[in-house]
């Protein structure tokens, strides 16, 4: 079946400019989580969400980032005023909500560049 | 921040087993080991993961030592589609199920 998928795979803007990540996660999947990889490292957490509430955005960095799930399932990523440092890879992964799982699947990435 | 250490690279040749170590002597009674690998420019994938007991499936086994302190992962006959980074992660699932995760090992099947 499908997997999660992530548009656009690599997006390019300026500094200052604000840009939006989307996330299809695999259908009937509840769970939706964001990460981003910096070069080198792994990844690290920003939001999660179960349904269409974020059940924990601890580690969202600060309120350029944001992130919604309306109908519980596509998630959109937004960041305002991009900046230099936000240039990564982008995660998102889904997973069923039942149980204990810690296994998440998850997308290709979204490459996004500040210039 | 990640509970776990691994070393940062490992070399296989291809055909051997590969056995990568996992260091959690922190980890939790309740805290499940969980190993994930990266290939290059791909999304991390699952691989298995275990609270006590040894565990096994199609990919790989998962050996954890009594005091829970450590634990291993073997790809019995490692394949050059087998290099990637791993990272073994120290799961709370009352902790939202967000993976915490550090730099896992590169390992590097050689033919």
């Known amino acids: 079946g499908a997997g999660v998928s992530q548009t656009p795979s690599n997006k390019v803007t300026e500094k200052g400019k604000y840009v939006e990540l989307r996330c299809d996660p695999i259908s009937g999947h509840t769970a939706l989580y964001w990460y981003r990889q910096s070069l080198g490292q792994g990844p690290e957490f920003l939001i999660y969400f179960q349904g269409t509430g974020a059940a924990d955005d601890s580690g969202l960095p600060n309120d350029r980032f944001f992130a919604v799930r309306p109908e519980g399932s596509v998630s959109t990523l937004k960041i305002q005023r991009t900046e230099r440092g936000d240039s990564a890879v982008y995660l998102c992964?889904?997973?069923?909500?039942?149980?204990?799982?810690?296994?998440?699947?998850f997308g290709p990435g979204t490459r996004l560049t500040v210039l | 921040d990640a509970k776990t250490t691994q070393p940062p690279s490992m070399d296989c040749a291809e055909g051997r087993a590969a056995n990568l170590p996992c260091n959690h002597s922190t980890i939790s009674g309740n805290e499940y080991v969980y190993w994930y690998r990266q290939i290059h420019s791909q999304g991390p994938q699952y691989i298995i993961h275990g609270l006590k007991n040894n565990e096994t499936n199609e990919m790989a086994s998962l050996i954890i030592t009594e005091d829970r302190k450590s634990s291993t992962l073997i790809l019995p006959h490692a394949t050059l589609r087998d290099t990637a980074v791993y990272y073994c992660?120290?799961?709370?699932?009352?902790?939202?199920?967000?993976?915490?995760w550090g730099l896992g090992t590169s390992l590097a099947v050689n033919p």
């Open positions: 992964a889904s997973s069923l909500a039942s149980g204990s799982t810690g296994e998440q699947f």
């Open positions: 992660i120290a799961f709370n699932a009352g902790n939202n199920r967000k993976l915490i």
